[in-house]
């Protein structure tokens, strides 16, 4: 693992949202030559198996089923731990176990893999690279943990999916400064106009349901923004909101009260958080409605 600078088929599988592409570009930082590759929980497992035993392998900020950990197991005992995983969601804390797997659920999954690479690259070129983006790290961890101290980090959250990943790992890894150009303010003043209209159409939208231990359930035929529809809704009254992408077939939960979304994520092969969490699904959602035990509140 040395020489992992010097390696040409160095894999990065990282998680597609603001704290797996923070990720990446930290990797890339002390690793300019690896592949980056975005990843959900539907083909994690696929994409670990296919440069299994071909590559070296950094997965950041998502985990893999237990067939494929006992996979990896294998495989690093024979290459000698060249697959590493790097987490901090709740539903991956049995992957300690591993010695392979370095885990923290106090710290985004950014965090948790510049830490270890600080600790690993302490007296060179790269630990100096690395320092230039700490600022980045802070933020991905103050939006992933929830913290909201920084009012910035929800703007570079939103500027990632403004951008697109491959967009917005080039312009930080071109320049690592926080601080946003006029250009890329407006861009955010723009689409923010555009998510509180979308916003308050979501909530004109929603529709309520009781599952089958009577809880309330808002539903929503859309992911973006998740969080902020739950935040502007702030009903005492909905105990998790439940959000649906039919077209890519991606779930996300949201909560403020005692559900546990990673849970009900998990029954479904997700994971996630304690009050935010996903899954993919490949189903209609009347399908998932019966299957759930969902019954529609008039």
């Known amino acids: 693992m040395e020489n992992l600078k010097e390696e040409i088929n160095l894999i990065i599988l990282t998680h597609s949202d603001y704290d797996g592409i923070s990720a990446a570009i930290i990797g890339k930082v002390v690793y300019p030559n690896a592949k980056v590759e975005f990843c959900n929980y539907d083909d994690i497992n696929e994409k670990v198996l296919e440069h299994l035993g071909k590559d070296v392998i950094f997965i950041t900020d998502i ?131 555009r998510k509180m209209k979308f916003i308050e159409e979501q909530k004109k939208n929603m529709k309520l349901y009781k599952d089958n231990q009577g809880k309330t359930v808002a539903v929503f035929l859309s992911t973006q923004h998740a969080g902020e529809v739950r935040d502007f809704i702030n009903d005492d009254n909905i105990d998790y909101y439940l959000f649906f992408s039919l077209n890519k077939g991606i779930a996300s939960l949201r909560t403020k009260g005692e559900v546990d979304c990673s849970e009900v994520a998990k029954m479904f092969g997700g994971g996630g958080h304690t009050k935010a969490a996903g899954f993919q699904f490949k189903f209609d959602l009347d399908s998932f409605v019966r299957e759930y035990g969902l019954v529609e509140r008039l």
């Open 63 to 193: 985990s893999v089923n237990e067939e494929v950990a006992e996979k990896i197991e294998e495989n690093n005992s024979q290459y000698n731990d060249c697959v590493l995983l790097f987490d901090h969601h709740k539903t991956a804390k049995w992957l300690t176990k591993y010695n392979w797997v370095t885990f923290a659920d106090d710290k985004c999954g950014a965090r948790v893999f510049y830490e270890w690479l600080m600790d690993r690259y302490t007296d060179c070129e790269a630990s100096e690279k690395l320092a230039k983006y700490i600022d980045l790290v802070t933020y991905a961890n103050d939006y992933d943990l929830w913290i909201h101290k920084y009012p910035l980090s929800k703007k570079l959250n939103m500027l990632a999916y403004e951008y697109g990943f491959e967009r917005f790992m080039n312009r930080f890894l071109d320049n690592p400064d926080c601080t946003l150009t006029k250009s890329e303010e407006l861009i955010l003043e723009l689409a923010n106009e």
